[in-house]
């Protein structure tokens, strides 16, 4: 059984509380998922990955997870958009879905458990629907288009719990608007839209398709049972997708439908949220074009999943647009893989003590020893990721100290051996400090070998070029041309190249 306390900010509340699930050891997480009619951008990633640090710190203190996510492929936005391309709705969702599928696993995330789709689930919706006409909390209205459904927003009286609305006070809300004069009230929303002469499924109530709300609730009851854990999403969705989909459940199972709400914050562009209706989204193929997939990672994860992520565009004097959080965090994350390869470089050279005779290495190893534990408290406390990235800055540190120490005394046998120890410990430190976050998923030369590349072409540079200008330059230095050296340094360095000096030898590297 899971021994550490999880605390999460439940929306539903607006309180820090300590996770409770309903089956002690087992937790049930529901997030919305993505309406595939187009690419994603940043703020999709962003959504992803808060849930994907949920359910990794979830599994990491012991929890047997069940995560679902849905895919919302019967959309007004996807049929709009398979009209514009000539495709089948349901074709172009399939296609659009499995882009996003490929981006979100470059950045970390996890797949689900279940991965349902509505078009795989409209029966479960009409039953649903079925229910809810049958406990007279929804009726059929008749339209030009065949017969819509809704559900009786008065009849719930409880509506409005989640985002702390006064029901007087609100207005109608719903992915796709309809003619109020179908409705009994405003406030109503619809469980079902008749389309007798466009794209959809028959029904009791003619052929039609399923409204936005319902298909969550129909979903995360076939997998996870009518009440469950954690319901999760973008803070978007508190009001009205979120609120209906509560009306809706509780009205036909009784209370609770989630024992927590989880919502993450938006990312900006502009100082307004990021998204596709407003034109100033940034795609995940733009970031991914320019940073490593972990980098982007790293940059969401350097912010609460609950605030507000600024995501800053420049565009330079030589027309290239580049994103310079982003450009901090593959810093950052450079520096983790290079200092885990000098650990192991360090690990792997000999004989290791293990004994703790050196009081210069006392702190650093109570750092290393400490390191993942840290990690997994800060994400106990409402999954503080900042917190979490801060242990790991402070585990690089104390790392770099071991290997700055066993190179100072590489003289003395015993020290450098106490040096070697502590650098296994910590390799095994940061392996396990990272996994509950996602980072460090690439074996060091493929990272090296990757963001070489990109960096290269970032820069529209070729490698063999450089190698022959560092070459050259080896040859000139060994020639004691050393005037020439320097030229050719300056030139390396004008065009972002790190060069290295070594025993007879000298690396390069690309800059950022």
Same mark, same amino acid.
């Given at each position: 059984?899971?021994?550490?306390?999880?605390?999460?900010?439940?929306?539903?509340?607006?309180?820090?509380?300590?996770?409770?699930?309903?089956?002690?050891?087992?937790?049930?997480?529901?997030?919305?998922?993505?309406?595939?009619?187009?690419?994603?951008?940043?703020?999709?990633?962003?959504?992803?990955?808060?849930?994907?640090?949920?359910?990794?710190?979830?599994?990491?203190?012991?929890?047997?997870?069940?995560?679902?996510?849905?895919?919302?492929?019967?959309?007004?936005?996807?049929?709009?958009?398979?009209?514009?391309?000539?495709?089948?709705?349901?074709?172009?969702?399939?296609?659009?879905?499995?882009?996003?599928?490929?981006?979100?696993?470059?950045?970390g995330v996890l797949p689900p458990d279940v991965e349902p789709r509505v078009s795989d689930h409209i029966e479960d919706i009409l039953r649903l629907i079925q229910t809810?006409?049958?406990?007279?909390?929804?009726?059929?209205?008749?339209?030009?288009?065949?017969?819509?459904?809704?559900?009786?927003?008065?009849?719930?009286?409880?509506?409005?719990?989640?985002?702390?609305?006064?029901?007087?006070?609100?207005?109608?809300?719903?992915?796709?608007?309809?003619?109020?004069?179908?409705?009994?009230?405003?406030?109503?929303?619809?469980?079902?839209?008749?389309?007798?002469?466009?794209?959809?499924?028959?029904?009791?109530?003619?052929?039609?398709?399923?409204?936005?709300?319902?298909?969550?609730?129909?979903?995360?009851?076939?997998?996870?049972?009518?009440?469950?854990?954690?319901?999760?999403?973008?803070?978007?969705?508190?009001?009205?997708?979120?609120?209906?989909?509560?009306?809706?459940?509780?009205?036909?199972?009784?209370?609770?439908?989630?024992?927590?709400?989880?919502?993450?914050?938006?990312?900006?562009?502009?100082?307004e949220k990021m998204s596709k209706s407003l034109g100033n989204f940034v795609t995940m193929r733009d970031v991914l074009a320019r940073n490593d997939a972990e980098a982007?990672?790293?940059?969401?994860?350097?912010?609460?999943?609950?605030?507000?992520?600024?995501?800053?565009?420049?565009?330079?004097?030589?027309?290239?647009?580049?994103?310079?959080?982003?450009?901090?965090? #593959? =810093?950052?994350?450079?520096? %983790?893989?290079?200092?885990?390869?000098?650990?192991? !470089? /360090? $690990?792997?050279? +000999? &004989?290791?003590?293990?004994?703790?005779?050196?009081?210069?290495?006392?702190?650093?190893?109570?750092?290393?020893?400490?390191?993942? #534990? =840290?990690?997994?408290?800060? %994400?106990?406390?409402?999954?503080?990721?900042?917190? !979490? /990235? $801060?242990?790991? +800055? &402070?585990?690089?540190?104390?790392?770099?100290?071991?290997?700055?120490?066993?190179?100072?005394?590489?003289?003395?046998?015993?020290?450098?051996?106490?040096?070697?120890? %502590?650098?296994?410990?910590?390799?095994?430190?940061?392996?396990? $400090?990272?996994k509950p976050l996602g980072l460090m998923i690439a074996e060091p030369r493929i990272f090296f070998e990757r963001t070489r590349a990109q960096r290269l072409s970032n820069?529209?540079?070729?490698?063999?070029?450089?190698?022959?200008?560092?070459?050259?330059?080896?040859? $000139?230095?060994?020639?004691?041309?050393?005037?020439?050296?320097?030229?050719?340094?300056?030139?390396?360095?004008?065009?972002?190249?790190?060069?290295?000096?070594?025993?007879?030898?000298?690396?390069?590297?690309?800059?950022?």
């Open positions: 059984m899971p021994a550490a306390t999880i605390q999460l900010y439940n929306t539903m509340t607006r309180k820090l509380e300590p996770f409770e699930p309903r089956v002690p050891g087992k937790a049930g997480v529901y997030v919305c998922g993505p309406t595939p009619y187009n690419v994603a951008h940043a703020g999709h990633a962003r959504a992803n990955l808060a849930f994907d640090v949920l359910v990794r710190h979830l599994r990491a203190r012991g929890y047997e997870v069940t995560f679902v996510r849905n895919l919302t492929d019967v959309d007004d936005k996807i049929l709009a958009a398979a009209q514009a391309t000539g495709e089948e709705p349901l074709a172009l969702s399939a296609r659009m879905a499995a882009v996003i599928e490929e981006e979100m696993k470059a950045i809810l006409i049958d406990k007279g909390v929804a009726y059929v209205s008749e339209t030009g288009k065949g017969a819509d459904v809704y559900f009786s927003v008065r009849s719930f009286p409880d509506y409005g719990k989640l985002s702390h609305r006064n029901i007087d006070d609100l207005l109608a809300g719903a992915r796709v608007e309809v003619s109020v004069d179908v409705k009994r009230d405003p406030l109503d929303f619809a469980l079902w839209k008749g389309s007798a002469e466009a794209w959809g499924w028959p029904s009791p109530w003619g052929k039609g398709r399923p409204g936005w709300h319902i298909e969550c609730s129909a979903m995360a009851s076939r997998y996870l049972g009518p009440h469950f854990d954690i319901h999760g999403g973008g803070m978007d969705l508190i009001f009205p997708h979120h609120e209906n989909e509560i009306a809706q459940s509780e009205a036909a199972w009784g209370k609770e439908f989630s024992r927590v709400w989880l919502h993450n914050g938006f990312v900006t562009c502009d100082s982007f990672r790293y940059f969401l994860l350097n912010s609460h999943y609950r605030a507000q992520v600024a995501f800053d565009v420049v565009k330079r004097d030589d027309g290239r647009v580049i994103f310079p959080l982003v450009d901090e965090a #593959e =810093r950052k994350v450079e520096y %983790l893989y290079v200092t885990f390869e000098a650990l192991r !470089a /360090l $690990a792997q050279g +000999g &004989e290791a003590s293990d004994r703790e005779t050196e009081p210069q290495l006392a702190t650093h190893a109570k750092t290393i020893a400490t390191a993942e #534990e =840290r990690v997994l408290a800060a %994400l106990d406390k409402d999954l503080n990721t900042p917190a !979490a /990235l $801060a242990v790991l +800055g &402070e585990l690089g540190k104390a790392s770099n100290e071991v290997l700055i120490f066993a190179a100072k005394a590489r003289k003395d046998a015993s020290k450098v051996a106490a040096g070697r120890g %502590l650098a296994r410990a910590a390799m095994k430190s940061l392996e396990a $400090a990272v820069k529209g540079l070729d490698a063999a070029v450089i190698d022959a200008k560092v070459h050259e330059r080896t040859l $000139a230095r060994a020639a004691k041309d050393f005037a020439r050296g320097d030229a050719l340094r300056k030139e390396l360095t004008e065009l972002g190249i790190e060069v290295t000096d070594g025993d007879g030898a000298s690396t390069w590297k690309v800059g950022i």
